[in-house]
């Protein structure tokens, strides 16, 4: 079975840092997707950021960029410059069953 | 652009009482599937439908019943609601398989069973 695991709960960030989201996930497949997806106060499900396993080039979407390390099941989230408009859910899920994480809630602090 | 609309936005329901939630795309998507969220939990798949006519069962799909009788339309029944099904549901639809180039989400349903 697949797995997502998000250990951070609740996050914080000082506006114009960078923070880092972890996520770690367990599969038996060798070619999968993964995602990370922003959930404002609004509730819609935005997608963020998309990683292919087989592309060992980690994504980069503006600010957002990955930290995909295959071996270890690692898929982390760096937003960088943080604005007050970052603060929200994010989840991490993992493809072709897409799986979710638990989620971890960011504040930014202005 | 509409993309995936849900209807109702929020419904309070008495337990036992049946209800239908609506899901419908205007992208052509083959998918659609339906989700549930909970705090703690993040999103759990409730159904699945491939292609007009069929339907699957996802994570946790007890007490729920699902229909794609058009390809733009996956609807989400609930026969006998229970407080355990308060929740936030979600529909997504996506073109290129299950989740090749991720899912395009409905803005979520609020439903509370007393």
């Known amino acids: 079975a697949q797995t997502v695991t998000q250990s951070q709960p609740e996050m914080s960030v000082q506006e114009a840092e960078t923070v880092t989201l972890s996520c770690t996930y367990d599969t038996s497949e060798s070619d999968y997707y993964l995602f990370w997806y922003k959930q404002p106060p609004s509730r819609q499900m935005i997608l963020v950021i998309r990683?292919?396993?087989?592309?060992?080039q980690n994504a980069t979407e503006n600010r957002f960029s990955v930290n995909f390390q295959k071996a270890a099941k690692s898929f982390s989230l760096k937003i960088s410059d943080s604005q007050l408009g970052d603060a929200a859910m994010y989840f991490c899920?993992?493809?072709?069953?897409?799986?979710f994480g638990a989620g971890t809630r960011l504040t930014v602090k202005p | 652009n509409a993309g995936v609309t849900q209807t109702p936005k929020f419904r309070v329901l008495k337990t036992g009482q049946s209800m239908t939630l609506l899901c419908a795309q205007d992208?052509?998507?083959?998918?659609m599937y339906w989700y549930r969220q909970d705090p703690g939990m993040g999103l759990r798949l409730i159904h699945y439908s491939v292609g007009e006519g069929t339907t699957a069962k996802g994570e946790v799909p007890d007490g729920y019943n699902v229909s794609r009788l058009k390809k733009q339309n996956f609807l989400l029944g609930l026969e006998s609601a229970a407080p355990s099904q308060t929740s936030v549901y979600f529909c997504?639809?996506?073109?290129?398989?299950?989740?090749?180039?991720?899912?395009?989400f409905g803005s979520g349903t609020r439903l509370t069973v007393v």
């Open positions: 899920a993992l493809g072709d069953d897409m799986r």
């Open positions: 990683q292919e396993a087989y592309k060992q």
């Open positions: 997504a639809s996506s073109y290129l398989g299950r989740s090749n180039y991720g899912y395009t």
């Open positions: 992208m052509n998507h083959e998918y």
